[in-house]
């Protein structure tokens, strides 16, 4: 068996970790250095030499340059992504702000996918129109508008898979070929799906990018974001990396790496409890509607069978009773802690109007499609039994209030 033919969770436990790794210890450690030394000069120009002919670091020179524990992590993730090359960053924010900002100049056009992470488009309206990049929003599923959208300076098109808040999941190939037609990049923001469940590349995307944040780490407790592609637009976001300085960490490298290694068992088993808590809801006489792409109610239901081998972890559905039945409903659960965030072990849950979108009116709120009554359930690795019947019995106490 090469390397290369190994499966999800023998990569994820082996892949990227140096052996033997000092020591001979079986964990990659944790480098705490802020700078590297030479020997001497010569060992200096030999080092400067390989970095200008564009080899990839097998040394350190300086932190925000790169550091050991972290290029275990980028090497991992490069051959979970199938990708020639990787590059980690402090949060999944300041991946996609850096990806961004390096490959759009002032004149150039952007197109984002209508359903996606709320500060993805602050920035696109904030800061990158003020660098002169305007940006376009079109509709998930609608083909023939993101094709009516292109105009001549587009340069890049941005969409998540599965999107924020309402899973839906856009033909990757589909979208890969129309943005190559036009000679722009096709970028992919799959926190949500994961190398395991999908790899973006193999679809014809250019680079793929996550908060590390979410599954990646998948424990709650550290920031992280990644870009995998090629080589050349990898050494293009290093580059800008290195002056931007967003780098992780050597000890949130190492969780990070920790997390990793159990990638695959955690996807499976948050796969299958959120498939069992979305057909649950379902199910339920005070449930209004649920958004889950393996329910075959889900707009998207066939091309994320197609596309997925698993649907993830998140459910959102609307609950009966408005602003005031989902509260109850929220304060009622027993297992779900509320907070923003997914993808840890943990279960979380919240109401992305008062979470994410407080600031907005309830009419701003209506016209990016977050209603009053929508709730996003991010479903940990706990017994899918429990989560239901902790489900069931905050379901029982809304309905008694309705009654
Ligand atoms: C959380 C998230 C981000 C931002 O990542 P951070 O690690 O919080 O900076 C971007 N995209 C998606 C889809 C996310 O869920």
Known sequence: MTQEQRRFSTQAVHAGEARPNPYHAVTTPVVQTSTYTFEDTADLIAYKKASVEGERATRGEYGRYGNPT?????????????????????????????????????????????????????????????????????PMGDYAALEASVRPTTRLIFTEIPTNPYLRVMDLARLAELAHAHSALLFVDSTFATPYNIRPLEHGADLVLHSATKYMGGHNDLLAGVAAGPKELVKTLREVQSMLGGVVDPNCAYLLLRGLKTLGLRMERQNENGLRVAQFLEAHPAIEKVYYPGLPSHPDYEAA???????????????????????????????????????????????????????????????????????????GVEDAEDLIADLAQALDRVGTLNS
């Open 305 to 379: 069978v197609r596309q997925l081998r698993g649907f993830g972890g998140v459910v959102s559905f609307e609950v009966k009773g408005g602003m005031e039945g989902v509260a109850a409903f929220i304060d009622a659960l027993r297992l779900p802690l509320i907070g923003p965030s997914l993808g840890g072990v943990e279960s979380l849950v919240e109401q992305p109007a008062l979470m994410s979108h407080y600031e907005l009116d309830p009419e701003q709120r209506k016209a990016i499609g977050v209603s009053d009554g929508l709730v996003r359930y991010a479903v």
């Open 70 to 138: 972290a290029w275990a992590v980028e090497q991992k993730v490069a051959v979970l992504e199938g990708a020639a090359d990787c590059l980690l960053f402090s949060s999944g924010m300041n991946a996609e702000t850096t990806a961004l900002l390096s490959f759009l100049s002032p004149g150039d056009h952007l197109i984002l996918t209508q359903d996606c992470y709320r500060k993805t488009r602050v920035f696109c309206n904030s800061l990158l129109h003020r660098y002169g990049v305007e940006t376009s929003y079109v």
